[in-house]
C-alpha cells in the first residue's frame, strides 16, 4: 500500500494573517435555519450548543444591542425600546442575551418538547420588563454608546481571543465524539479514544487545555449529578430517553478529557524552565562593607571591595591588632560579601598571624609573587588564629588570588 507523503509545511504570509483576522469579524454565531423540523433531541443539543458559544464568545457590551434589536423585530414599542437601552449593560445576564441572539438567529420560541412547553418568546419579555423596572434609574448611556459606535471599528482580537479560538479548533474530533453518542449511544465505546494522544496529536497546550477543560467541565457535572440521583425534575426529562449504561459511557468519555486536560497542564509546570535569577551588581554586594582605604605610616591602599567577588583568595591586614590574614575559599566555592561580613571561606585553613615587625613584613609581602605567597604565613613564627569573617574600619583589604 503506498504510503502518503507528509505535507510540507508552508509559510503563512502577511496576506494570509489579514484575511484570517478579517473573517474573524464575520458573524459565525449558531444559525437556527430549519428548526422547525428538527426532532427534540436535536433541538436541545444545538440549543445547548448555541449558548455555550454565546457564553465564551460574547462580552456583557453585545447582549443588549441583541435584546435591543429582538424588541425591534416583534414589535415593542419606541419607548420600551428607548427605556431598555437606557439600562446599565450589566443588567443584562448571559442567559438573557444568548437566548436573544438564538432568537434572532432564527430559533422557534415555542415548542411542546422543549422547555415542558414553555414560550422561550414570553419568558425573554418577562425578563425585559423587570430589567427596565430595576434599571430605571441608571445613568443614561445612550451618548455615550453613540459616541463609542461613531469610533471606527477596527478588529484587533487579544491573545487570549486567539488562544480561544485555537483551542475550539482543536475540538472537532471530540464534537465528533459526541455526535457519534447521539447518533448510536449503544455502541458508543468511551475506551476507544485515546483522548491524551488525540490532545497531543492537536499539539494542545496548558492554556488550551484550561479552555478545553472549562469547555466540557459542566457537562460532565450536569452528567454526574444526574447519575448519583439527586438530579431535578428538567434535569432527568432531559436524559429520560438514554439508559443508565449510555449515561455512565458518555461520563467515562467526559472524564478522559477532563484527566488529559490535567496531564497536559501538569506537564506544561514540570517542564516550564525556571526563572533565571537575576544577578545582583557587585557594587551593591559590597556597597555596606566597612574597610579601610588608606594607611599612610605603612604606605597601604585597600583594592576595590568588588574584586573580592567570586575569587578563591583574600589577603587582609588589622592595622589595630596588627595581625596579616588570609581568606581561602572552600572546596567548590568562591568568596563573596554579605553586609560587613566574608561568606565562603574554608574556617581551617582561613588563619591570621601577629606581625612583630609590620613594616618590614609587609613590605616582604609586596615584593612576594604568588609563589612566595603560599608559604608566606608558614615563615612567620606566630600562632595560627582562625579568622571570623568580619571586615571593619581596621582592616586593610591587601589583595585577591
Known amino acids: 500500500m503506498a504510503t502518503k507523503a507528509p505535507a510540507k509545511k508552508s509559510r503563512i504570509t502577511k496576506k494570509q494573517v489579514t484575511a484570517h483576522r478579517t473573517r474573524a469579524v464575520k458573524d459565525h454565531s449558531p444559525v437556527w435555519e430549519g428548526c422547525e423540523t428538527w426532532d427534540a433531541d436535536t433541538f436541545h443539543r ?30 415593542c414599542t419606541k419607548a420600551d425600546i428607548t427605556a431598555f437601552k437606557k439600562v446599565k449593560d450589566s443588567r443584562v445576564g448571559t442567559t438573557m442575551g444568548a437566548v436573544a441572539c438564538c432568537l434572532n438567529r432564527g430559533m422557534t420560541p415555542l415548542r411542546a418538547d422543549f422547555n415542558q412547553g414553555r414560550d422561550t418568546a414570553a419568558w425573554l419579555r418577562a425578563e425585559i420588563v423587570r430589567v427596565i423596572a ?68 492537536k499539539e494542545v497546550k496548558a492554556a488550551h487545555a484550561r479552555i478545553i477543560k472549562t469547555l466540557y467541565s459542566r457537562d460532565l457535572a450536569e452528567l454526574e449529578v444526574l447519575a448519583s ?42 517542564n516550564r524552565a525556571p526563572r533565571a535569577k537575576k544577578a545582583v551588581p557587585a557594587e551593591k554586594i559590597v556597597a555596606k562593607l566597612k574597610y579601610m582605604k588608606t594607611n599612610e605610616p605603612l604606605k597601604l591602599v585597600s583594592i576595590n571591595p568588588t574584586d573580592i567577588i567570586g575569587v578563591g583568595e583574600l589577603w587582609v591586614y588589622n592595622t589595630k591588632n596588627r595581625k596579616l590574614g588570609r581568606y581561602v575559599a572552600a572546596e567548590f566555592q568562591t568568596l563573596g560579601v554579605k553586609g560587613t561580613t566574608i561568606t565562603g571561606f574554608d574556617e581551617f585553613k582561613s588563619v591570621c598571624k601577629t606581625l612583630r615587625k609590620p613594616e618590614e613584613k609587609l613590605k616582604e609581602f609586596k615584593a612576594a609573587g604568588k609563589v612566595q605567597l603560599r608559604k608566606f604565613l608558614d615563615d612567620i613564627n606566630a600562632t595560627d588564629t582562625k579568622m571570623n569573617g568580619r571586615i571593619n574600619e581596621e582592616i586593610i583589604l591587601l589583595k585577591v588570588a
Open 46 to 75: 444545538f440549543f445547548k450548543r448555541a449558548m455555550d458559544y454565546y457564553r465564551l464568545e460574547s462580552d456583557i457590551k453585545s447582549y443588549k444591542p441583541a435584546v435591543a434589536k429582538w424588541m425591534e423585530t416583534v414589535g
Open 229 to 270: 440521583g439527586n438530579a431535578d425534575e428538567q434535569l432527568r426529562e432531559g436524559y429520560s430517553h438514554r439508559t443508565k449504561k449510555q449515561i455512565k459511557n458518555l461520563i467515562a468519555f467526559y472524564q478522559e478529557i477532563m484527566s488529559a486536560c490535567d496531564m497536559l497542564a501538569q506537564e506544561a509546570k514540570v
Open 134 to 201: 430595576a434599571g430605571k434609574d441608571d445613568i443614561d448611556e445612550v451618548e455615550d454608546n453613540a459616541i463609542e459606535a461613531a469610533k471606527p471599528a477596527v478588529y484587533t482580537p487579544s491573545i487570549q481571543e486567539r488562544v480561544k479560538e485555537a483551542a475550539l479548533r482543536m475540538t472537532e474530533e471530540i464534537e465528533d465524539a459526541i455526535e457519534g453518542f447521539h447518533a448510536d449511544p449503544e455502541n458508543f465505546d468511551p475506551k476507544a479514544f485515546k483522548m491524551l494522544n488525540l490532545l497531543k496529536g
